[in-house]
């Protein structure tokens, strides 16, 4: 693992080095043949044309660790865990593995209304400060949002028809800008520092919309048509890339794995699907093959249906020249033994397909004390599975944030 990822991190030192110093976009002609050009480091295109080099580079990066390894994520990680909360600086995961997550959720509900924290506690100042620092630490993150509905003032479980409200020409599409506006304010405060003293935004993974496939949000199938939901997605895109100037924003699509049949993969998964011009990572939610509690089917069935799931994104994905992604995934209290070498990591190995997808990231740690309530993803230390969850750690296919390479040039 360390050999063959310092010759890439050396040609990429390399490259950057000639890119900032020689502009090699510009040089191609002139320089020897053999000097790639920024198109040819860059082949994975995304969907923002002017997206930032760091932006840029995370999507290429993430496209060549393919088949060789995944990143590991998790949602709130730093905010708060089962058992501990108001801690600067401290993860479930790292609590078990040493390690934080390579891959950091975040989430954004509540923000459109201007409050200070999120719809799970979670204070927005504080969250800039942790995607900061798990940047700053080579991190990868990502955010989502369960956004209030602009008709009904309710949260995203609201079934109030709302979407043909918001898309250009409805009533509220105004009041829609202004929580999209929330979000580029958001946005400012992400920036880094080089050591030049340069700065740049930080590259985000942004999964709006997600399982719209699925029955429980506004913006959900049954109470918003496919062309509505089409029309929601792409004017946040235009919106936030081409009148906001966001070009720091990685674009993930997520239905849920519940509500396709998987003897029709892509035609399901395509339900209300964007167009390619405006998604980067093709994304599947899976909690169904991972023992989810409506889920009647046996436990080979569903690791079978979980292979058969992630090699439907792999071709997709593969189609496009894009990334595939587990955007959500994970098993709630982790009751199954075994569960992260068993049911996610040999699954996964067992074909040369399902390896090809760049992240997963499994839900969030829910303070029990704050929320009464139990809801996992990730072990904490003594839980059932924390042993298991160490040997998936140790396994070279799996990154976590102390192994990542490069990913940002
Ligand atoms: C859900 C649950 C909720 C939470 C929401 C947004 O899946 O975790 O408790 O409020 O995500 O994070």
Known sequence: MSLSFSIVRAALVALTICGLLLGCDQQSSSTSATTPTTEQRYSHKLSDKNATPETLALYN??????????LFGHEDSLAYGVNWEGDPDRSDVRDVTGSNPALYGWE?????LGHEKNLDGVNFKHMQEWIKAGYSRGGVITISWHMYSPVSGANSWDKTPTVHELVPGGAKHDVFKTYLDTFVAFNEGLVATDEDGNTHSIPIIFRPWHEHN????????GYVSEQDYIALWQFTVKYLRDEKGLHNLIYAFSPDRSRIDLAKFESDYF??????????VIGLD??????????????????????????????????????????????????????WTERILNPILAGAEAQQITYMMVWRNANLVREKSEQFFAPYPGQAT????????????????????????
Not at 214 to 221: A, E, I, R, V
Not at 386 to 409: G, I, M, N, R
């Open 271 to 280: 339900y209300a699907y964007p167009g390619d011009e405006y998604v980067d």
């Open 108 to 112: 954004l509900g509540g923000l459109e």
């Open 61 to 70: 990066n993430l496209a060549g660790l393919r088949g060789r390894y995944m």
């Open 286 to 339: 899976n909690y169904w093959d991972l023992g989810h509690e409506a889920n009647t089917a046996s436990a080979d069935e569903q690791k079978a249906g979980f292979v058969t799931a992630l090699k439907g994104i792999v071709k997709v994905a593969q189609a496009r020249n894009k990334i595939a992604a587990l955007t959500e995934t994970g098993n709630n209290r982790l009751t199954i033994p075994n569960f």
């Open 386 to 409: 924390a042993e298991d969850f160490k040997t998936f750690f140790a396994h070279p296919f799996v990154l976590f944030e102390s192994e990542l390479p490069k990913l940002y040039e």
């Open 214 to 221: 699925g029955d429980w949000f506004w913006w959900g199938k």
